[in-house]
């Protein structure tokens, strides 16, 4: 290219001799010299192509849930077991567009959804300051921080006879038990994420003035929040089980239809195929929500860090 | 070393009473644990004037950081006091500490927002401050995306927004409620800020550092254990001893600025700064 551009050269030489005089640099070229630099040093990054993140991530799942369906149809061939006992995909499929037909499936997933969402918020509301104060005072963390740890092990269903004791075969019942299940898991993802905030985070903002609830708004939550959403993600799993964990009991004429109570009907039924297919769904909204809801939160807030 | 006087701090302070210094240490010591333990610090009188430039020094062990963390207010002396007079110190560290959630102008708009400075002029100061260390064009970057030299700059200039430097236009405003510090500049505490940059990177925020406090008035405590960028940087450089940190003595340095890290004047300063730095290590060893 142009070799001789006169101002190019004339800044190089500028530089060379300034250095090999010694004396101060003259400001302009302290500001070229630092532009270099910040040129030079600026990590730089590549997005992938599409094609690239279709290979690495969308690829592998989609193979491994075939090969699972084809193994599944094999073995459902093979007669190992009679196949009212163990029907194959093909004919899950034909209970599942049977249902869909009477026109049932969106009530039935509409109901369970819905008593997730609504247990899953009001577990957010009640987790989050519970995992606050746990997190940020001491005697409290203490007091009650292991229990919170062991309540996480201790299966939700278990809590289904009481909750019947206590309310009866109500929803009441039903959004008990999602509370217990999924407020433990939110508090403690939230406690995490305060644990794993970098110590000069919060010296940071002492420094500035963030103190008391400032400090907690515009340092503390923002800081613990990759933590938190983990914990909220959890906390939406442990919902989820701990719904269909309730529905699966807890049924009652009076209460809508929902996919616990379905695949309870399933069961009375002999219904092998309604059974799966209650099964199936299940757990495909699980995993849907999760992948349409969280995952998509987490990465945007993983990656606007650069982490 | 003709440009160098040696000063005992008894003597420090340049003008008389009349005038507040920017900080004033008075038998300071802190001791951590139960009373009777060996303290850190160990009775530390120390002046700093307005708009000096004072560079802390010492080996491991000197207490450097808990100083500054209590001239900041983030510690309480076991014993003694700290004053500072002028608006609340700003506090910079050997890591950036800038807040990965937010984007660099908004790191220094949070800085504006914790000392009250209303809102419409946040962004005006942020940019304003982002051009002083010329990172103009980085106002909407996160801080993964700078590098670490970069980083340092927008932790610099954020500090400069918490002390109020950025003010200096509307000072009469009063922004953070304390216009009747009009006399005193800011006052900036830099903890080691350049350690973990390499060194051509290092050179060049020197030279940053000399730009903006020839722009702006600024009084400044550097702590580092780099005795050349001590001699680089400061007006005055005070040598701390370690276990406990005792001012072992001073020097000021008469050398114009903007100085260069590789000049003579530098080299002779540092030389002697090292040879006395090395005999108090030493001493530690004959224990």
């Keep these: 290219m142009a070799a001789a551009d006169p101002t190019e050269t004339g800044e190089t030489t500028g530089v060379t001799g300034t250095a090999v005089a010694g004396t101060a640099t003259p400001d302009h070229d302290d500001a070229g010299l630092e532009a270099g630099l910040d040129a030079l040093e600026t990590p730089r990054r590549e997005r992938p192509s599409l094609l690239t993140v279709a290979r690495t991530k969308v690829l592998p799942p989609v193979v491994a849930v075939v090969l699972v369906l084809l193994v599944w149809q094999l073995v459902a061939a093979a007669h190992i077991k009679p196949s009212y006992a163990l029907p194959g995909p093909i004919a899950v499929w034909h209970a599942f567009l049977h249902q869909w037909y009477l026109g049932t499936v969106g009530g039935i997933v509409g109901t369970s959804l819905g008593r997730g969402a609504l247990g899953f918020l009001l577990s957010v509301v009640l987790g989050t300051p519970l995992g606050l104060v746990v997190a940020r005072v001491r005697f409290v963390r203490t007091a009650i921080g292991p229990i919170l740890s062991g309540l996480q092990a201790l299966p939700s269903v278990a809590w289904v006879p009481a909750a019947i004791i206590w309310f009866g ?139 | 070393m003709s440009q160098a006087t040696t000063l005992t701090a008894a003597t420090a302070g340049a003008a008389g009473d009349a005038a507040d210094p920017a900080v004033r240490l008075t038998g300071l010591t802190k001791t951590f644990g139960r009373p009777g333990t060996a303290p850190v610090i160990d009775g530390i009188d120390l002046t700093v004037d307005p708009g000096e430039f004072v560079c802390l020094l010492g080996a491991s062990g000197c207490g450097k950081s808990t100083l500054l963390n209590i001239i900041a207010g983030l510690e309480r002396p076991t014993t003694g006091t700290a004053e500072t007079h002028g608006p609340r110190p700003a506090l910079m560290f050997q890591e950036h500490a800038l807040f990965p959630w937010l984007t660099a102008g908004r790191n220094i708009e949070l800085a504006l927002r914790l000392r009250g400075v209303p809102k419409p002029r946040r962004a005006g100061i942020a940019a304003e401050l982002l051009d002083l260390v010329r990172l103009g064009g980085a106002q909407r970057k996160r801080v993964h995306e700078l590098s670490g030299g970069m980083r340092q700059r927008v932790a610099l200039a954020r500090a400069l927004a918490q002390s109020g430097a950025a003010d200096s236009a509307d000072s009469a405003d009063g922004a953070d409620g304390s216009g009747a510090t009009g006399a005193h500049p800011p006052l900036l505490l830099m903890d080691e800020p350049f350690a973990a940059l390499d060194a051509i990177t290092r050179d060049v925020l020197h030279d940053e550092l000399t730009r903006i406090r ?74």
């Design chain 1, 169 to 307: 075969l109500s929803n009441a019942t039903i959004y008990a038990v999602i509370l217990l299940g999924a407020v433990p898991s939110i508090a403690n993802g939230l406690v995490a994420g305060v644990e794993q905030i970098p110590p000069i985070h919060l010296r940071a903002g002492r420094v500035l003035g963030a103190t008391g609830l400032r400090g907690i708004r515009h340092v503390l939550l923002p800081a613990a929040l990759p933590g938190y959403l983990a914990g909220l993600k959890q906390g939406w799993a442990f919902a989820w089980r701990s719904l269909m964990a309730a529905e699966l009991i807890t049924t009652s004429p009076d209460l809508g239809l929902g996919l616990g109570q379905f695949l309870d009907q399933g069961r009375e039924l002999s219904d092998m195929p309604m059974v799966l297919c209650a099964i199936v769904l299940i757990l495909v909204v699980g995993v849907g929500i999760e992948l349409l809801v969280f995952t998509p939160l987490t990465r945007r807030v993983l990656t606007s860090r650069g982490l």
């Design chain 2, 214 to 287: 020839a722009a702006r008035p600024l009084t400044v405590v550097f702590v580092t254990h780099n005795v050349r960028e001590a001699v680089r940087l400061g007006e005055r450089v005070v040598l701390l001893t370690s276990r406990p940190g005792r001012i072992a003595r001073e020097w000021r340095v008469d050398l114009p600025q903007p100085r260069r890290i590789e000049s003579a004047g530098v080299a002779d300063l540092s030389l002697e700064i090292t040879d006395q730095l090395r005999e108090e290590i030493r001493r530690h060893g004959r224990r």
